[in-house]
């Protein structure tokens, strides 16, 4: 089958693969598809039994650690980068955390720490990871992080994560306007509803999956691969005169109140 873009010779770093259905993966399988180097992380070892099966079938070339939450691995990840390709083309953050008992439970009774914690892995990292990349992008180059439409709708059970992602969105524009002039693009990609490990923490989840295939005006769910044909589109040259946005994936949902 024909590439959907040309991504040939373009280095991709993807932080966020949790295992083969995980939206992560469907968008490294649309970069390798199209060409690309790819790099990855696993969040521990426990995790890299889920990880690698996607890396090796993809032909990563190379895979790393990255717990957000422990001091110094975001940074040993980047100095990975730099030794072994000396530069980045583009980067998918595609993680989101948040307590249990607090993404459970209504937004106003969240605790201070389960809201910080939220915000420092699902956001802030991602401001980190720009920060990091933009020296080895010394010729442009692309961010993605991956949002949800319960960011500027309230939606029934996301809860806590409603705000985070309207951060991470608001993050994002920022991210934008401030390394645009060098040339660095950055978006969010915002799916409808997918069945991946992380969403299955929402409570009654099957229910909005439910309600997505029967109101979206495509009448059907997309998948992790829709969102790797987009991911694919953004990272390449094809795109370089867009930015900055916030881009629906959903069949047409967020047309809908």
């Known amino acids: 089958m024909k590439p959907l873009v040309d991504l040939t010779g373009k ?5 966020g693969i949790a295992n083969d259905l995980s939206i992560a993966a469907g968008c490294a399988d649309a970069f390798a598809g199209c060409g690309a180097r790819l790099a990855a992380t696993y969040l521990n070892e426990k995790a890299k039994d889920w990880v690698t099966p996607v890396t090796e079938r993809l032909g990563v070339e190379w895979t790393g650690p990255c717990d957000v939450r422990v001091p110094g691995e975001i940074e040993a990840l980047f100095e990975q980068v730099k030794l072994r390709w000396g530069g980045l083309d583009f980067l998918l953050h595609s993680i989101a955390y948040a307590p249990r008992e607090d ?3 209504r937004v106003v009774d969240c605790s201070a ?3 910080a914690i939220a915000m420092d892995v699902s956001c802030h990292s991602f401001l980190r990871v720009a920060r990091l990349a933009e020296p080895l992008m010394p010729d442009g ?5 991956v949002t949800f439409y319960g960011s500027e709708r309230v939606v029934e059970n996301y809860n806590l994560m409603g705000p985070v992602k309207a951060a991470l969105e608001s993050a994002t524009r920022y991210i934008a306007a ?3 002039p060098k040339g660095i693009r950055a978006h969010a990609i915002s799916p409808g509803p997918i069945a991946t490990r992380a969403a299955s923490g929402l409570e009654r989840f099957d229910e909005l ?3 997505a295939a029967a109101s979206a005006p495509a009448r059907h769910r997309v998948d992790v691969g829709d969102v790797g044909a987009l991911a694919a589109f953004l990272v390449s040259d094809a795109a370089h005169r867009i930015t900055g946005t916030i881009i629906p994936v959903d069949g047409g949902q967020h047309l809908l109140a």
């Open 178 to 180: 401030e390394l645009g």
């Open 103 to 105: 993404l459970h439970g």
């Open 209 to 211: 999956l439910e309600r």
């Open 141 to 145: 180059g692309c961010l993605l992080c």
């Open 113 to 115: 720490e389960g809201f």
């Open 11 to 15: 280095r991709g770093l993807i932080i």
